[in-house]
C-alpha cells in the first residue's frame, strides 16, 4: 500500500558526509516530531496527513519531502526514470556547507513517499495509479501549508503539480495561481485518465488552479488541441521558448510579464525538461541553461506558496545517466529559499 515515511536524525545523517572544522547542512535541518502522535515506524498510511499543530511548532518555513515514482511519466508514454532524483537530490542538499550564505535551521526534511509500483502494468493500469498517488499527496500538501509552511517537492513525474495545486488551494480555501517553467503545456485532456500530461488542465477543471503560466513554451512539442485550449482560456497565458530566442528578451522581463495580474497565493514549477542538457523523459539540446533558471529564482524576489522540481532523473530506465542531476536539483533549491530571504 502506498505510505509516507517520515524521517528521523538518524536517516538525516546517514545521508551527511561529516568533517571536522566545518558544518554541513544536513546537521543542522530540522525533522518533524510530534507527542500527540504514535506512528508505528514512522510511517502514514494512504490518506492520513502529519498534524498541522504540531507542524506549526517547529521554526523552519521550508518543508521538503520527495515523490520518488515515475509512474504518471509511463502513463504518458514517457521513458521511466523520474523516481532516481530524490534521493541524489536529497544527498547533495544536505551536504552543502552551512555558512553565512544559507543555513539549515529553516529547512524541515519531512521525508518521502512510498509508492508501490508495476513495471508491467499497462497504461490504463498505471493511469488508475495515478490517481491514487493524488490521493496520498495532497493531503500532505494541505497539512503543510494550512501550518503556515512552504512545501518544497522533488519529484516524480509532472503528474504531482495537480495534488500539490489542490493541496494548497484547499489550504488557503481559494484558487491559486501557478508560474510552470516548462517546454510543455502540460494541458491534455485528463478525461483520458491522469498522467503527467494533464495535470494543469484537471486542476483548471476541478477549480484548484485560476491563474496558469507557462514559460519556455516550444512551439514544436504543443499539438493544436491544446493551443485551444490556450487560445480559449483566459487565464492561460504562455512565453515561447521561440520568441524568447527570437527577440532577445530579457528572461526576468519576460516572468514579470506573465505574472502580471497573478495574485500573491502563487506556486511554482520547474520542469527540468527545460533545461538544456538536464536528463529526463523529455530531454532537450535546445532550452534554458541551469543558471538562466538560478538567476530568475534569485531575481523574480517573489513569495511563492509552494516549489515543485520534476521530471529529473540521475538514471532512466533506457540506461542514460546524469551523474549531476542531484547537485543542479539541490543548487535550486538552495536558490529558492535565498530568494524569499530577499523578497
Known amino acids: ?46 490518506g492520513k496527513a502529519i498534524s498541522i499543530n504540531a507542524l506549526k511548532q517547529h521554526t523552519a518555513k521550508f518543508v521538503l519531502l520527495g515523490i520518488p515514482e515515475d ?94 495545486i489542490k493541496g494548497t488551494s484547499l489550504a488557503i480555501n481559494a484558487k491559486i495561481d501557478v508560474l510552470n517553467i516548462d517546454a510543455h503545456a502540460d494541458l491534455r485532456n485528463p478525461e483520458e485518465g491522469r498522467h503527467s500530461g494533464n495535470g494543469f488542465s484537471a486542476a483548471i477543471a476541478h477549480q ?15 499539438n493544436q488541441a491544446q493551443l485551444d485550449f490556450i487560445s480559449h ?6 512565453f515561447y521558448l521561440d520568441d524568447i530566442l527570437a527577440y532577445q528578451q530579457d528572461l526576468r522581463v519576460t516572468a514579470e510579464i506573465l505574472l502580471n495580474r497573478t495574485k500573491s497565493a502563487l506556486g511554482l514549477e520547474i520542469d527540468l ?11 532537450t539540446p535546445s532550452g534554458f541553461t541551469l543558471n538562466e533558471v538560478r538567476q530568475l529564482l534569485l531575481q523574480l524576489q517573489r513569495k511563492f506558496k509552494y516549489l515543485h522540481i520534476c521530471e529529473g532523473a540521475y538514471q532512466l ?23 524569499h530571504q530577499l523578497a
Request: with cysteine; charged share 20%.
Open 1 to 46: 500500500m502506498p505510505s509516507f515515511r517520515i524521517f528521523s536524525q538518524s536517516d538525516i545523517l546517514s545521508l551527511v558526509d561529516q568533517r571536522i572544522g566545518e558544518t554541513k547542512i544536513g546537521e543542522k535541518v530540522a525533522v518533524y516530531h510530534s507527542p500527540d502522535e504514535k506512528i508505528g515506524h514512522n510511517t502514514l498510511p494512504l
Open 233 to 238: 482560456h483566459d487565464n492561460v497565458k504562455a
Open 71 to 164: 509512474i504518471g511519466v509511463r502513463a504518458n508514454y514517457g521513458i521511466g526514470g523520474a523516481k532516481t532524483a530524490w534521493q541524489p537530490a536529497l544527498k547533495c542538499l544536505l551536504n552543502m556547507q552551512q555558512n553565512t550564505f544559507f543555513k539549515g535551521e529553516n529547512i524541515l526534511v519531512l521525508g518521502e513517499f512510498n509508492i508501490p509500483d508495476d513495471d508491467s502494468a499497462t497504461v490504463e493500469n498505471l493511469r488508475l495509479m495515478v490517481s491514487q498517488i493524488d490521493d496520498l499527496v495532497y493531503p500532505m500538501i494541505h497539512a503543510i501549508v494550512a501550518a503556515g509552511k512552504i512545501p518544497i517537492v522533488i519529484g516524480g513525474g509532472h503528474n504531482n503539480c495537480y495534488p500539490i
Open 273 to 283: 525538461d527545460s533545461v538544456t542538457g538536464a536528463l529526463s523523459s523529455a530531454s
Open 208 to 222: 484548484f488552479l485560476d491563474q496558469y503560466r507557462i514559460l519556455g513554451l516550444k512551439q514544436n512539442y504543443i
Open 317 to 339: 530506465a533506457n540506461g542514460q545517466t546524469d551523474h549531476n542531476m542531484g547537485k543542479k536539483i539541490a543548487l535550486l533549491v538552495s536558490d529558492f529559499i535565498k530568494s
